[in-house]
């Protein structure tokens, strides 16, 4: 009997989500994806852990009734405040043959490769830092290091508003890069902490010293999937691989594939989800 296959779902508040599936299918161009932007209710970052992990559920569960059998959290945010939830509490209920990653995992275990200084800064929403997952991680795989954080509450708006490479973003940059930069002298590695913000990866570059590395997520956590499904042969064996890309949105599908163009690299054509 051949095996079922289906595709791969990819979960965002919004749009930063894109420049992780950007990176998956440049990566795994074979592999179906679905992706899912709960535009109607981003941000994130502000809102309450249950609000975050309540909205994040819904949107797994959808996934799933598209037929994913495993879905990537592609935003900080929901992996920060849901992603524990979900893997403990509600798989179990919904399919214990089901699954569901995050990106701050992957991101924590690299980073230990990357820092010379084992000083490691973090810029991320109000929601990841106050959650503080980058830290717990880190220090799971490098006790060593140091972690400094620094929340960013206008940059994801900056992005979502198409303001990111306008003059106008240049005082919230220029702002938090000395904030964090004043924590600790010692920072040779930034992790942009969420996935809106390789977008703003020009002007973050030109305010920082050049010595400063600055890693953004999308090609660490397309490695971390690729070996976790090496890793896991039966998942594998599940994935559908017809190169199909489907797109939802729960706000308006014209919003939706104008902004979602930018983030992607290319044209997108989605679907509108009713919540």
């Known amino acids: 009997m051949t095996q079922q296959q289906f595709p791969i779902g990819v979960f965002d508040s919004g749009y930063g989500g894109l420049t992780i599936l950007k990176e998956f299918v440049r990566n795994m161009p074979e592999y179906d994806f679905i992706y899912l932007g709960d535009n109607a209710r981003a941000p994130f970052g502000n809102r309450s852990f249950e609000t975050v992990y309540e909205y994040t559920l819904e949107c797994v569960e959808q996934l799933f009734a598209k037929g994913c059998r495993l879905v990537i959290l592609a935003c900080n945010t929901a992996s920060a405040k849901a992603l524990r939830t979900i893997q403990q509490n509600d798989l179990q209920r919904i399919d214990p043959q089901r699954r569901v990653l995050g990106v701050i995992r992957p991101t924590s275990e690299v980073v230990g490769k990357l820092t010379e200084s084992n000083t490691v800064g973090i810029f991320a929403t109000s929601g990841t830092v106050n959650s503080g997952s980058y830290v717990l991680e880190i220090e799971k795989f490098y006790p060593n290091i140091q972690v400094i954080q620094e929340a960013c509450p206008m940059w994801v708006p900056m992005v979502e508003y198409n303001e990111f490479d306008k003059p106008g973003a240049d005082y919230f940059i220029k702002q938090h890069i000395e904030r964090l930069l004043k924590k600790s002298e010692g920072i040779d590695t930034i992790i942009l902490g969420c996935t809106h913000y390789p977008l703003l990866m020009p002007k973050i570059k030109q305010y920082l ?20 499904l090496r890793r896991h042969p039966d998942m594998d064996a599940s994935c559908s691989k017809n190169g199909k890309l489907e797109f939802y949105t729960t706000d308006a599908v014209e919003t939706f594939n104008e902004h979602a163009a930018i983030f992607f690299g290319r044209e997108v054509q989605s679907i509108h989800l009713h919540l």
């Open 209 to 228: 010293p050049e010595k400063i590395k600055v890693i953004a997520q999308g090609e660490i956590v397309a490695a971390s999937l690729m070996d976790y």
